[in-house]
């Protein structure tokens, strides 16, 4: 389970280090566009579900053809290295104008990488309609 927020610094080759109490889980796992400006990566287990979701869309829809490209054909895998650290390919750093500055969010079975700028842009804007957002999700019963 990933959950918290923590800051880190990509390298010139484009290196993040995991927060060291995700590396055991996360030795290979995939990384992809995510929505918001952001990355999502996931263990390799978490990702299965979910690719084989977007994959069996039907492709006789266009949003669905389109998500599932979005989604799939963005995504890699990626190895730790022996420092804890993932290469981010350059496609997926400009997809998130990711440039030194990074966040890693733990978002229970993902982790959002995210340029820190847009990340407490993100957050501040959020955190003004938190209410609303709760009152809107009331019925999922999540306290």
């Given at each position: 389970?990933?959950?918290?927020?923590?800051t880190?610094?990509?390298?010139?080759?484009?290196?993040?280090?995991?927060?060291?109490?995700?590396?055991?889980?996360?030795?290979?796992?995939?990384?992809?566009?995510?929505?918001?400006?952001?990355?999502?990566?996931?263990?390799?287990?978490?990702?299965?579900?979910?690719?084989?979701?977007?994959?069996?869309?039907?492709?006789?829809?266009?949003?669905?053809?389109?998500?599932?490209?979005?989604?799939?054909?963005?995504?890699?895998?990626?190895?730790?290295?022996?420092?804890?650290?993932?290469?981010?390919p350059?496609?997926?750093?400009?997809?998130?104008?990711?440039?030194?500055?990074?966040?890693?969010?733990?978002?229970?079975?993902?982790?959002?990488?995210?340029d820190?700028?847009?990340?407490?842009?993100?957050?501040?804007?959020?955190?003004?309609?938190?209410?609303?957002?709760?009152?809107?999700?009331?019925?999922?019963?999540?306290?």
């Amino acid at each position: 389970m990933f959950v918290g927020q923590y800051t880190h610094n990509l390298d010139n080759k484009g290196r993040l280090a995991v927060p060291a109490k995700y590396r055991s889980e996360l030795k290979k796992a995939i990384v992809t566009k995510g929505f918001d400006d952001c990355l999502f990566l996931y263990t390799k287990k978490d990702w299965e579900p979910v690719a084989k979701k977007w994959a069996e869309l039907s492709v006789s829809k266009s949003n669905n053809r389109a998500i599932a490209r979005f989604m799939l054909a963005s995504a890699t895998e990626v190895e730790l290295d022996k420092q804890g650290r993932i290469v981010l390919p350059e496609y997926l750093r400009l997809f998130a104008g990711l440039s030194k500055s990074a966040i890693v969010a733990g978002l229970y079975n993902r982790l959002e990488i995210w340029d820190e700028e847009r990340w407490n842009k993100y957050q501040t804007e959020t955190e003004k309609h938190t209410n609303e957002i709760a009152e809107a999700l009331s019925e999922v019963n999540v306290e």
